[in-house]
């Protein structure tokens, strides 16, 4: 239920610490949206660069900053869409149990994988009422570059990312779709998801 773009997306978060900011983008757009995404980058790569830790450790740690720096509860339920409001107060506490579980260890598994890649912003444009879009292109050691783009949803002076974008694709819109044609091939039900979803837990 992850893709290939979902880990280039992971990469790219592991890179955020080695933006290089145009000075003309520096003095706009939302400043500190940028701000924001750069300290996570950076918290993000001294995590996984400090060898003292156990891979449970970094984990742990890595579990910490993905809840600080993306809307997981909202991801999660916004990724489930209409399906949401037709589960169980105990099917929707389990799904997003399962849900940030699910992120987490697939993510942290392949950060092995992880080759170096880095991060340049190049733009920010304001994105509805409270969001902003910063965009970036992930710079790699082999192949074109990848443009990504971070949706940050900025309210009461706090920052959130609530979905990225890879090459014009939404990982919101694509996991969305995806659940939603596993719900739909076990008769409409939620429990299906969140059985596949036990199943690949488990499996992590």
């Known amino acids: ?17 080695s933006w290089v900011v145009p000075p003309a983008f520096a003095q706009s757009g939302d400043k500190s949206a940028v701000a924001f995404i750069q300290t996570l980058g950076n918290e993000t790569i001294a995590t996984f660069a400090d060898k003292s830790l156990s891979r449970q450790q970094a984990v742990t740690r890595f ?16 990724v489930l869409g209409r399906y949401w409001n037709q589960a169980s107060p105990q099917e929707q506490q389990e799904y997003q149990r399962l849900f940030e579980q699910l992120v987490v ?7 092995v994988d992880y080759a170096g890649e880095t ?30 783009e971070w949706r940050v949803r900025s309210r009461d002076s706090s920052h959130k990312i609530i979905d990225v974008v890879v090459e ?31 199943q690949r837990v488990g499996k992590g």
Do not use: H
Request: glycine residues 10%.
């Open 1 to 17: 239920m992850l893709t290939r773009r979902s880990f280039i997306a992971c990469a790219a978060l592991l890179a955020l610490g």
């Open 119 to 148: 991060f340049k912003i190049t733009g920010s444009a304001p994105a509805g009422e409270n969001d902003s879009m910063v965009a970036t292109q992930v710079v790699r050691t082999n192949g074109p570059p990848i443009n990504v």
């Open 105 to 111: 260890e697939t993510y942290a598994n392949r950060f």
């Open 63 to 78: 579990k910490s900053l993905l809840n600080k720096g993306f809307d997981v509860p909202y991801i999660g339920r916004w």
């Open 168 to 198: 014009g694709v939404s990982m919101g819109v694509t996991q969305r779709s995806e659940f939603a044609s596993v719900i739909q091939s076990n008769g409409g039900r939620v429990a299906g998801l969140i059985d596949a979803l036990r």
